[in-house]
């Protein structure tokens, strides 16, 4: 089994930059896709990003052009770079993990970290 933890999270200003990591450990992470989800208070889980084994990227809407998707596949780690912060991008960021990304995408990911926190502030 794979666990999940996310790290990053934080306070900024509209226009600012932060960015996410997510560390893997236990189980087997080798080939193992990779993504971001995030949910606001009140709002469904919505997704970010994903990206492959062999770095081929996916964005939602809302994020493509702003936010790069990243691995280091010797660190076993995810990153997620954050520019141009939004205050409709407030929301608690869930790294995942799966076997695919369309699995990431069809929002039927096999593991999950517990969520870190971005607060964009106007």
């Known amino acids: 089994q794979v666990q999940l933890v996310e790290s990053g999270g934080g306070l900024v200003q509209a226009g600012e930059s932060l960015r996410l990591s997510c560390a893997a450990s236990?189980?087997?992470?080798?080939?193992?896709?990779m993504g971001w989800f995030r949910q606001a208070p009140g709002k469904e889980r919505e997704f970010v990003a994903a990206i492959s084994w062999g770095g081929t990227t996916y964005y939602g809407d809302s994020v493509k052009g702003r936010f790069t998707i990243s691995r280091n596949n010797a660190k076993n780690t995810l990153y997620l770079q954050m520019n141009s912060l939004q205050p409709e991008d407030t929301a608690v960021y869930y790294c995942t993990a799966a076997t695919n990304t369309g699995r990431i995408r069809g929002t039927m990911s096999d593991y999950w970290g517990q969520g870190t926190q971005v607060t964009v502030s106007s």
């Open positions: 236990g189980g087997t992470a080798s080939g193992y896709a």
